[in-house]
């Protein structure tokens, strides 16, 4: 896949598509003038999703959140669609965006979140917290879950009868 520029709001998020069956990887940076990085993802099914996230530079922070819609997904992008989101306030994200998790790292640290999410859309959002640009590395991963009522039942071995012992017989 070719590389995507991340963008800013969930308008201009990169668009990764499915993840499923090939994983992703990003590379860039975030820093004072460049805080966001959004990046868009479609799960078909209900998957594992796996962020792993690699902060490459010294004195930095940077965080990354994950978020669903909690409204429809035209209502969302009509309302806060076209804004940066490194300027939207806590209650209009809590309004409109459902946080799926959110991790913080530090100088060269690495870190992954593993979720399981049902079929949609999906918004990953890299930024920067302190310090420096910095640079990341991201390795967005799918697998498939298959439900456990939709394999076909495991057959019940029948034992073989053990013979029956013939009665020992006493005379009396």
Same mark, same amino acid.
């Given at each position: ?24 990887? @990003? ?5 004072? &003038?460049?805080?966001?990085? +959004?990046?868009? =993802?479609?799960?078909? *099914?209900? %998957? /594992? ?15 990354? @959140? ?5 409204? &429809?997904?035209?209502?969302? +992008?009509?309302? =806060?669609?076209?804004? *940066?989101? %490194? /300027? ?85």
């Amino acid at each position: 896949m070719v590389r995507q520029r991340p963008g800013h709001s969930l308008v201009s998020a990169a668009r990764l598509g499915s993840l499923l069956p090939n994983p992703v990887q @990003q590379r860039d940076r975030v820093g004072s &003038a460049d805080s966001t990085d +959004l990046y868009r =993802i479609s799960l078909g *099914d209900r %998957s /594992s999703f796996t962020v792993r996230i690699n902060n490459r530079s010294l004195k930095t922070r940077i965080g990354l @959140q994950i978020f669903s819609f909690k409204r &429809a997904r035209t209502a969302v +992008l009509k309302a =806060i669609g076209r804004r *940066d989101f %490194s /300027s939207l306030k806590g209650k209009e994200i809590r309004r409109f965006l459902n946080p799926e998790a959110t991790i913080g790292l530090r100088n060269r640290q690495q870190r992954s979140v593993n979720l399981s999410l049902n079929a949609g859309e999906y918004y990953v959002r890299v930024f920067h917290r302190q310090g420096n640009t910095s640079r990341y590395q991201l390795s967005l991963n799918a697998e498939l879950i298959i439900p456990t009522d939709s394999l076909p039942p495991i057959p019940v071995p029948h034992p073989i009868p053990a013979p029956i012992p013939a009665p020992i017989l006493t005379p009396i």
